[in-house]
């Protein structure tokens, strides 16, 4: 086997992710742990995880199911509410295994009724975050109704991001998983306190792709999937080597019946091949050699972790992808659902 059929990367991490609960982890977490060594897990449950104790009681459930000796760290994240207490960041601050705060606004995505109505509700909040040095977890849409859904991006930055990096100098802040050119010209602008998550799917699809033919309901995300001049900035972004973009799938999970409906739900289950189409995408563009920083480094960096002592090695072999996986007793879909995929992690059963 030739090294362009072959690449090994440090053990790389998944810097946004929702694994869901209960029976849910029985399928959530071997996907993820199978390869990842860290994971930012999102707090958006029901009830929200709004204390560092909820937080704690979850990363324990979520540790039951990793696959063994995989060493999985999952890295938990509180939910920023109206009233969320001060007090609680400086608890999560001297908790290694809690590491940051998630800024919903309020109904923006799933289970995000009780996130933020109004940003100078939680000024007491982030202003201890900024002291103590908490990194802000953004998912960067306005809500307002008379706002175009594919400007929601754009608004939240001039609107609510720009100002609070005015007000809170010293605020760490993460665009999750960002979708346009506004968001990467944005974060190329600012100062190395300000960084950006970049998931496969919004690299693979633009909205032609959700849309053209028939609605295709499991592409359907949020923040939504834009034209291909955003693509095409999310890739240069990627492939760039710039420390400031690095992993996060944000694979979200949803029962299909959920998503089959007349109001299906937003998001898209990746991590059963996340790292392997992250490789085929950079394969793609022959860029192999910037994986591991996009991958393994950049969020290490960026969230003062270490970098991981493990390798992965991955091979370039075809296999298909499944077409369901279930939650509990009901299906989810998952990305590229009975498609090929011409990268596998190496050793790894077949799928």
Not at 2 to 15: G, N, R, S
Not at 75 to 101: H, K, Y
Not at 224 to 234: A, E, T, W, Y
């Amino acid at each position: 086997m030739t090294a362009a059929e072959l690449v090994t990367i440090t053990k790389p991490d998944d810097w946004h992710l929702h694994l869901r609960d209960e029976i849910a982890l029985q399928t959530t977490v071997p996907a993820t742990s199978r390869v990842f060594g860290r994971a930012i897990v999102m707090p958006n449950l029901r009830p929200p995880v709004t204390s560092v104790e909820m937080a704690l009681n979850y990363r324990s459930r979520i540790l039951k199911h990793e696959i063994p000796d995989s060493n999985f760290n999952p890295l938990m994240t509180l939910f920023l509410t109206d009233n969320l207490d001060p007090n609680e960041i400086v608890s999560l601050s001297n908790e290694e295994s809690v590491v940051a705060v998630k800024y919903y606004p309020a109904g923006a995505t799933t289970n995000s009724d009780t996130g933020v109505t109004n940003i100078k509700n939680v000024y007491p909040a982030i202003e201890k975050m900024a002291e103590l040095g908490v990194p802000l977890l953004l998912h960067g849409e306005v809500t307002e109704n008379q706002i175009d859904i594919f400007d929601r991006e754009k608004v939240f930055i001039e609107t609510i991001l720009a100002p609070l990096i005015e007000r809170y100098p010293d605020l760490k802040v993460i665009l999750e998983h960002i979708t346009t050119k506004d968001s990467v010209e944005f974060i190329e602008s600012q100062s190395s306190r300000i960084a950006g998550t970049i998931t496969i799917h919004h690299l693979l699809y633009n909205r032609n792709d959700m849309l053209v033919g028939g609605i295709k309901p499991h592409l359907y995300c949020l923040p939504v999937l834009k034209r291909n001049i955003h693509q095409s900035s999310l890739i240069r972004a990627a492939l760039g080597g710039n420390p400031k973009f690095f992993l996060g799938t944000d694979s979200a999970p949803h029962a299909r019946p959920e998503k089959e409906t007349s109001c299906g739900c937003a998001g898209i289950f990746s991590s059963p091949a996340a790292i392997e189409l992250y490789t085929q995408f950079f394969a793609e563009h022959n860029s192999l050699s910037r994986l591991e920083g996009f991958a393994s480094f950049f969020g290490a960096d960026f969230y003062g972790q270490p970098r991981n002592k493990e390798k992965i090695t991955l091979e370039r072999k075809s296999w298909r992808m499944p077409e369901q996986y279930q939650l509990g007793d009901v299906p989810t879909i998952p990305i590229m659902a009975g498609e090929i995929v011409n990268w596998q992690l190496k050793d790894s059963a077949e799928k």
